[in-house]
């Protein structure tokens, strides 16, 4: 097996069949389906990660296997066609339902086992017409340690039970033992029941959804439908692209800081060719070898463009995220062996930092090649999961997804305090009433979002007790060597630690992706998280802003002297012109990046 690279795709040209009201209404009926099928995973899942983290998403595809409506989490559109090798459509029947984790098999459309895809074709009065999907994040499917994910794992097999795709229902009829095979590997058998009967329940909803929109409509035009919207979603990415990357090679890289098994620094390398007849190709070959410690992930080639693509859209209304998207790139060459095409049996289990360092390294090059008009960096976003036992002797696993703040953007500041699935954390009292733990603090972590005309976002300060007789902690913090960038003469975003027992005598900062952290009633853990780069000379941010971030606590007195310029009254309570003024007369240099000093490039 060699490098991957994408094939250059067919462009549909044109399509006729929908005139563009009825595209439009079966535009919004498709993502009615889709936010159904999502509310119905809510309400129904039985683990914390999915009814409270909201750790799951639902999609709708064509004939072919291309997602016309969906999330695009965890960013992957090409989630069906893994299927099609071992149950071609032709074979597939109604009532028919197909399930998957395999990270490999899949060549990542999943990206790590706890994520399990269910899909079901739907047929209309001529045929199939196209597919409803959901995944979600179990708990735990096995594996070394509870949660099924450690930073200790060298193999994927300690990350829990693999299953490749196989057909769980046919025509209607639940093949009950792969089920219980499933269950019998968790060590929260009932959490896993109730959570694939909430997929379960909302593939079918998307099917039967799905039928009616093709009874409504008529099938000729919802799959006339599905090829423009399609086909526009693509013609709009490439002209955003285009306004935004002018013709010439670019290059940058990012760093992830370790792999929790004493490698690292481990670099990923990007170069960016855009040509004058309008093609793109990216090129990640130079990136670094696999790694021992499981921040491998497995990249889909279809996923940069789905990636860069979520970002040029950003709040955009007219136009959905779809698999057009995946053809933003006329070719993507990726390294077998490397930490972005590792070979099978390379642990995946820690991939969100490397999924969240390559998004980073995208928005790099777009900075490169425009000058600094795209995001700055972000933080990844922290996982800490405390496992043990209740006082009574009730086995407990609290697995949370801790929030951090994100890069500032060439027209505001970066998002505080956000988490990448559905921005959501574990709210205090459930924590309190959940697991043997109580919350102690909850709060924005000041200084970390960069200083910039916009300040990046800011992390969160997370403090909680243990209450449990004994536990052990494992935590996933990056971005600490390396801390988020920031651009066209914004800072760098401040960093994030782990404590237990802050300010006592027995005091002791955790390493950043580390497992088998013992803890015991009475002590306390606090997660620091990190924040985003800041876009724009800090000079040129209006004092009136600064005085309200130190006010609102996001920024402290001495950042404002001494990044911003911005100088207080004695009581903090207004800013001093005069003395601004006089400040900001000795304006510092900038370059395009700061990462521990300012650089016109990261290459």
């Given at each position: 097996?060699?490098?991957?690279?994408?094939?250059?795709?067919?462009?549909?040209?044109?399509?006729?069949g929908?005139d563009?009201?009825?595209?439009?209404?079966?535009?919004?009926?498709?993502?009615?389906?889709?936010?159904?099928?999502e509310?119905?995973?809510?309400?129904?899942?039985?683990?914390?990660?999915?009814?409270?983290?909201?750790?799951?998403?639902?999609?709708?595809?064509?004939?072919?296997?291309?997602?016309?409506?969906?999330?695009?989490?965890?960013?992957a559109?090409?989630?069906?066609?893994?299927?099609?090798?071992?149950?071609?459509?032709?074979?597939?029947?109604?009532?028919?339902?197909?399930?998957?984790?395999d990270?490999?098999a899949?060549?990542?459309a999943?990206?790590?086992?706890?994520?399990?895809?269910?899909?079901?074709?739907?047929?209309?009065a001529?045929?199939?017409?196209?597919?409803?999907?959901?995944?979600?994040?179990?708990?735990?499917?096995?594996?070394?340690?509870?949660?099924?994910?450690?930073p200790?794992?060298?193999?994927?097999?300690?990350?829990g039970?693999i299953?490749?795709p196989?057909?769980?229902?046919?025509?209607?009829r639940?093949h009950?033992?792969?089920?219980?095979?499933?269950?019998?590997?968790?060590?929260?058998?009932?959490?896993?029941?109730?959570d694939?009967?909430?997929?379960?329940?909302?593939?079918?909803?998307?099917?039967?959804?799905?039928?009616?929109?093709?009874?409504?409509?008529?099938?000729?035009?919802?799959?006339?439908?599905?090829?423009?919207?399609?086909?526009?979603?693509e013609?709009?990415?490439?002209?955003?692209?285009r306004?935004?990357?002018?013709?010439?090679?670019?290059?940058?890289?990012?760093?992830?800081?370790?792999?929790?098994?004493?490698?690292?620094?481990?670099?990923?390398?990007?170069?960016?060719?855009?040509?004058?007849?309008?093609r793109?190709?990216?090129?990640?070959?130079?990136t670094?070898?696999?790694?021992?410690?499981?921040?491998?992930l497995?990249?889909?080639?279809?996923?940069?463009?789905v990636?860069?693509g979520?970002?040029?859209?950003?709040?955009?209304?007219e136009i959905?995220?779809?698999?057009g998207?995946?053809r933003?790139?006329?070719?993507v060459?990726?390294?077998?062996?490397?930490?972005l095409?590792?070979?099978?049996?390379?642990?995946?289990?820690?991939?969100?930092?490397?999924?969240?360092?390559?998004?980073?390294?995208?928005?790099?090059?777009?900075?490169?090649?425009?000058?600094?008009?795209?995001?700055?960096?972000?933080s990844?976003?922290?996982?800490?999961?405390?496992?043990?036992?209740?006082?009574?002797?009730?086995?407990?696993?609290?697995?949370?997804?801790?929030?951090?703040?994100?890069?500032?953007?060439?027209?505001?500041?970066?998002?505080?305090?956000?988490?990448l699935?559905?921005?959501?954390?574990?709210?205090?009292?459930?924590?309190?009433?959940?697991?043997p733990?109580?919350?102690?603090?909850?709060a924005?972590?000041?200084?970390?979002?960069?200083p910039?005309?916009?300040r990046?976002?800011?992390?969160?300060?997370?403090?909680?007790?243990?209450?449990?007789?004994?536990?052990?902690?494992?935590?996933?913090?990056?971005?600490?060597?390396?801390?988020?960038w920031?651009?066209?003469?914004?800072?760098?975003?401040?960093?994030?630690?782990?404590?237990?027992?802050?300010?006592?005598?027995?005091?002791?900062?955790?390493?950043?992706?580390?497992?088998?952290?013992?803890?015991?009633?009475?002590?306390?853990?606090r997660?620091?998280?990190?924040g985003g780069?800041?876009?724009?000379?800090?000079?040129?941010?209006?004092?009136?802003?600064?005085?309200?971030?130190?006010?609102?606590?996001?920024?402290?007195?001495?950042?404002?002297?001494?990044?911003?310029?911005?100088?207080?009254?004695?009581?903090?309570?207004a800013?001093?012109?005069?003395?601004?003024?006089?400040?900001?007369?000795?304006?510092?240099?900038?370059?395009?990046?700061?990462?521990?000093?300012?650089?016109?490039?990261?290459?």
């Amino acid at each position: 097996m060699g490098d991957v690279r994408s094939a250059p795709a067919a462009r549909d040209e044109g399509h006729a069949g929908v005139d563009p009201v009825t595209l439009e209404i079966i535009r919004g009926g498709l993502r009615a389906i889709q936010s159904e099928m999502e509310v119905l995973i809510e309400r129904t899942a039985m683990s914390a990660f999915i009814r409270e983290k909201k750790d799951y998403a639902s999609g709708l595809y064509d004939a072919d296997g291309r997602m016309i409506a969906g999330k695009t989490l965890p960013f992957a559109t090409d989630l069906i066609t893994p299927v099609f090798e071992h149950y071609p459509p032709e074979t597939m029947r109604p009532g028919d339902i197909y399930w998957y984790n395999d990270c490999y098999a899949s060549r990542g459309a999943v990206t790590h086992t706890p994520d399990q895809v269910l899909i079901a074709p739907v047929f209309a009065a001529d045929g199939l017409i196209g597919f409803s999907q959901t995944w979600a994040h179990f708990a735990d499917i096995g594996g070394m340690r509870p949660g099924s994910l450690s930073p200790d794992c060298t193999e994927i097999f300690q990350e829990g039970t693999i299953v490749p795709p196989v057909r769980l229902a046919q025509e209607g009829r639940i093949h009950e033992e792969l089920l219980r095979i499933f269950i019998r590997n968790s060590r929260f058998p009932s959490s896993v029941r109730g959570d694939l009967r909430a997929l379960l329940a909302a593939v079918a909803l998307g099917e039967k959804r799905l039928q009616e929109l093709a009874a409504r409509f008529g099938p000729a035009s919802v799959r006339a439908a599905f090829a423009e919207l399609l086909s526009r979603t693509e013609r709009a990415l490439r002209e955003r692209l285009r306004a935004l990357v002018p013709p010439g090679t670019y290059r940058f890289a990012d760093v992830i800081d370790s792999d929790g098994q004493g490698s690292g620094p481990i670099t990923l390398r990007y170069r960016l060719e855009a040509t004058e007849d309008g093609r793109f190709v990216l090129d990640q070959t130079e990136t670094d070898d696999q790694t021992k410690g499981p921040v491998n992930l497995v990249l889909s080639p279809k996923s940069p463009g789905v990636l860069v693509g979520a970002y040029l859209l950003g709040s955009s209304t007219e136009i959905s995220l779809n698999a057009g998207a995946e053809r933003l790139f006329d070719e993507v060459r990726l390294r077998e062996g490397s930490v972005l095409q590792p070979r099978f049996p390379a642990p995946l289990g820690q991939r969100g930092l490397t999924m969240l360092r390559n998004l980073a390294g995208y928005l790099g090059l777009l900075n490169t090649a425009s000058g600094g008009q795209a995001s700055a960096s972000h933080s990844p976003y922290s996982i800490w999961l405390i496992r043990g036992e209740t006082m009574e002797g009730e086995r407990f696993l609290m697995s949370d997804g801790v929030a951090c703040g994100y890069g500032a953007r060439p027209f505001a500041d970066g998002h505080d305090a956000v988490y990448l699935v559905a921005q959501e954390n574990y709210p205090a009292e459930f924590v309190d009433i959940s697991y043997p733990m109580r919350v102690r603090r909850y709060a924005i972590n000041p200084d970390t979002g960069g200083p910039g005309r916009w300040r990046g976002g800011c992390g969160v300060i997370r403090e909680m007790e243990v209450l449990a007789k004994e536990a052990l902690l494992s935590v996933r913090l990056d971005a600490i060597a390396h801390p988020p960038w920031g651009t066209n003469g914004g800072m760098q975003g401040g960093t994030g630690r782990c404590v237990v027992n802050p300010g006592r005598p027995d005091e002791r900062v955790l390493a950043p992706l580390s497992d088998g952290n013992r803890v015991r009633r009475g002590d306390v853990i606090r997660l620091e998280t990190g924040g985003g780069g800041g876009w724009g000379h800090p000079f040129d941010r209006e004092p009136e802003r600064v005085l309200a971030d130190v006010r609102g606590g996001f920024v402290s007195r001495e950042s404002a002297e001494r990044d911003y310029g911005v100088i207080l009254t004695a009581d903090g309570r207004a800013v001093d012109a005069e003395a601004t003024r006089r400040r900001r007369a000795d304006r510092p240099p900038a370059k395009l990046f700061h990462r521990h000093g300012y650089a016109e490039s990261l290459a």
